[in-house]
């Protein structure tokens, strides 16, 4: 009699054993899908383990259901993956593979239903001048700038239906469907290649010189030309007939940033993952990427769990951004799954950042990974200028200090672009009474309801509660009701009323929440001329903005005094991306930080020394206070209504002698106590040592599945946490 262990979407960490049918239409194998009736309900589950035994009463199993795959769904070594990843981030194996899966597999589906239709410009297209309607024309130059593109890629940058069906019509465009299963065979076209400087060679060289496993560490300062080397490397694996995955952070993943790949490789087949996919084009690129017929995918962090018929390279851009750590549900981070699949199937992992986790830096330094550095600007000699401006006793406008506004006029005079930085979107984040000083709170968490003034009213950026702003003080009756503290809506405000006849583009999730607004706003910026820009980290990453030649950054000291470890690790990681925009071509770029501390080591070191030198030097502190990367962490969240149900559930977990080998903090309450009407808590748990960490937190879990008090609280694991809050 065979048994299956089946892995199912339940918040439980163990797999069910049932009976396969007797005699079986055909051999089973793992990672295939079963229905099963569990609990009363019909589920779609994975075969996980096959054997002939069980710990069950084997009378008593359940036969399955249905056989739903003829092949594996999952892929052997997709298969060992997701159960190092559950394991590792001590999430139940059922969900965990169900997270990876596409939704219509998930739900049951068959994987060949569905396909994609591409468009792309034809012979008349490509020729044509000028069309009248300015819509249409801008699909012809988006069609030009990206080549073959799909249908949905396109409705996503905001072109409507009409205007896809009236080129269409008149024969200027031309909509296909594409199975592209002879990429491989063909000669690889590669166009506009650049002439690699001597240190971006020695990059390309040692990763195509490199035969199996290994992770480069690309250190790269901003504008040095990292795509280029990815571009250059990723040339060798495609002409072996090789797939490679690009991943990228989330707001990365522009337009800009494809269209240079498919520019670069106008025969390849190249497809995009990210959540505003739909639930067909999830499975068709799952699918096209299994087969073979994909050569590309330019994903965000879940792209990692796609499978490859040929996977050749994986390359991490910007290594060390937050997006690429889940902080929720199965908290991964893609980037050390990245590295795991890569020495699953032995083929390189490039990391490029120009500034590297500390995590990633530390490995590199030991010669886990190979360091490759790229240390000058690709399209300038000259080095940005960093200026710090005391704002103690400094008279300011809206945030901005006089000086900052004098050094705008003068970028502008100058025809430049400049661009002004602040992590906070709204007008302001807080109302006070001017009277009795009432606050504008969020009733249900622990924090300020941000003003938003042109949409007249007050939102919580935790729990998305929306209320009107009151006429009077709830407390006094007092109408002298203001804003407090400035957000990136007050600045472009105060700089419309400055500077009158200069383009202002705001860059934040408001400003670009709707489809296509953040492509208007990138391609408005590169058409030349006096502008200026305002916007929190959406700016911050990746792009490439030639005429930008300021830089200021308004809200330098909130990174500067934080209890969190890893502050000033991000603080200065946002600087110098935020500066990086700045002087990419031609002009070197002028940074001014905007400050109460100019004297701060931090910012002293960073402005003096560059990135590379201060992250050298918060490793060795970090070494000293024993943080990661020199031991392993993970945080034991909690929350609930009752605040002291929290905290009892959580001492109880304390015990009464310390433990060999493992720190416990807590519980002390979150940074952020309360959310959405929930108490939350947490307990630290550090360990010098990976195993023992990982030993203790899974004795842990089997506690918890055994405890009355676990059901009535949300808890969660995050193993490795980068944001504490
Ligand atoms: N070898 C080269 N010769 C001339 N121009 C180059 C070369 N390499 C790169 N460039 C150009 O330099 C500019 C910056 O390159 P790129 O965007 O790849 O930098 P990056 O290192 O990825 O920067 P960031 O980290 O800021 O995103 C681009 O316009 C690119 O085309
Ligand atoms: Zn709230």
Redesign the pocket.
């Known amino acids: 009699m065979k048994i299956v262990a089946v892995a199912l979407k339940v918040p439980l960490h163990k797999t069910f054993d049932y009976l396969l049918p007797d005699p079986l239409p055909f051999s089973v194998k793992l990672g295939m899908r079963v229905e099963v009736n569990f609990a009363r309900q019909k589920k779609v589950g994975i075969i996980v383990e096959i054997k002939n035994d069980s710990d069950f009463d084997i009378k008593k199993l359940k036969k399955i259901d249905n056989i739903l795959d003829l092949n594996p769904i999952l892929q052997p070594d997709l298969l060992v993956l997701l159960k190092f990843a559950a394991k590792y981030y001590c999430y139940p194996l059922g969900e965990t593979l169900q997270i990876a899966l596409p939704k219509l597999l998930r739900q049951g589906k068959s994987p060949d239903k569905t396909s994609i239709s591409y468009l792309e410009l034809t012979e008349q297209g490509l020729t044509s001048k000028s069309l009248k309607g300015k819509k249409q024309q801008a699909l012809l130059e988006q069609l030009k700038g990206s080549g073959k593109t799909p249908v949905t890629e396109l409705k996503a940058l905001g072109f409507a239906s009409q205007t896809l069906k009236s080129l269409i019509k008149n024969n200027l465009i031309r909509e296909f469907i594409e199975f592209d299963e002879q990429w491989q065979s063909r000669e690889l076209t590669v166009n506009n290649r650049?002439?690699?400087?001597d240190e971006?060679a020695i990059a390309c060289a040692a990763i195509n010189q490199n035969d199996g496993y290994k992770t480069f560490l690309l250190e790269?300062?901003?504008?040095?030309?990292?795509?280029?080397?990815?571009l250059q490397a990723l040339e060798n694996t495609l002409k072996h007939g090789q797939q490679a995955l690009v991943l990228v952070p989330e707001i990365g993943l522009t337009p800009q940033t494809v269209n240079?790949f498919r520019r670069r490789f106008p025969d390849t087949p190249i497809m995009l993952w990210h959540s505003a996919l739909t639930d067909n084009e999830r499975l068709q690129t799952w699918r096209f990427c299994e087969k073979g017929s994909c050569a590309i995918v330019i994903g965000t962090r879940s792209a990692i769990f796609i499978p490859f018929a040929k996977l050749g390279m994986i390359i991490v851009?910007?290594e060390h951004d937050a997006s690429f750590k889940q902080q929720d549900t199965l908290r991964y981070h893609a980037r050390d799954l990245a590295s795991f699949r890569a020495n699953q199937l032995q083929i390189p992992l490039i990391l490029?950042?120009?500034t590297p986790a500390l995590e990633t830096l530390h490995k590199a330094l030991i010669n886990k990974y190979q360091l490759l550095t790229?240390s000058k600007?690709?399209?300038t000699t000259t080095d940005n200028q960093y200026f710090l401006i005391d704002m103690k006793g400094q008279e300011e406008h809206a945030g901005i200090a006089e000086a900052s506004i004098g050094a705008i006029n003068q970028h502008l005079k100058k025809q430049k672009q400049v661009m002004v930085f602040l992590n906070r979107r709204g007008f302001s984040p807080t109302l006070i009474c001017h009277e009795c000083g009432w606050l504008s709170h969020c009733g249900r968490c622990s924090t300020n309801a941000t003003y938003h003034k042109s949409m007249q009213s007050l939102i919580c950026h935790h729990c998305g509660e929306q209320k009107p702003p009151p006429h009077q003080c709830p407390d006094c009756g007092s109408t002298q009701i203001v804003p407090a503290g400035k957000g990136t809506e007050q600045i472009e405000e105060f700089l419309h009323e400055q500077f009158p006849d200069i383009p202002i583009n705001r860059i934040d999730r408001e400003t670009t929440r709707k489809k296509g607004s953040l492509e208007q706003a990138l391609s408005e910026i590169n058409t030349p001329g006096p502008r200026i820009l305002v916007g929190t980290q959406m700016l911050a990453?990746?792009?490439?903005f030639?005429d930008v030649t300021l830089v200021i950054i308004l809200d330098v000291d909130s990174g500067l005094y934080s209890c969190d470890f890893r502050a000033t690790e991000h603080l200065a990681q946002l600087i110098t991306?935020v500066s990086?925009?700045a002087g990419?071509?031609g002009e070197a770029g002028q940074i001014l930080l905007q400050t109460h501390f100019p004297e701060h080591p931090l910012l002293q070191d960073l402005i003096n020394n560059g990135y590379q030198d201060f992250a050298r030097y918060a490793l060795s502190e970090r070494e000293i206070t024993d943080f990661p990367p020199y031991s392993s962490m993970a945080l034991f969240r909690a929350e609930a209504h009752s605040m002291q149900l929290v905290t009892s559930f959580l001492n109880l977990l304390i015990p009464e002698q310390p433990l060999h080998g493992i720190q416990l903090l807590g519980p002390i309450p979150a940074p952020l106590e309360k959310i959405a009407g929930k108490y939350r808590y947490q307990i630290h748990i550090q360990s010098n040592n990976r195993a023992t960490l990982h030993q203790y937190i899974s004795q842990l879990v089997d506690y918890l599945s055994t405890s009355k008090l676990a059901t009535k609280v949300k808890w969660s694991l995050d193993i490795d946490p980068i944001d504490m809050a």
């Open positions: 650049l002439k690699l400087n971006q790269g300062i901003t504008g040095s030309g990292k795509t280029e080397v990815y240079r851009d910007e490029g950042s120009a790229l600007r690709a399209q990453k990746g792009h490439h030639p991306q990086g925009r990419r071509s």
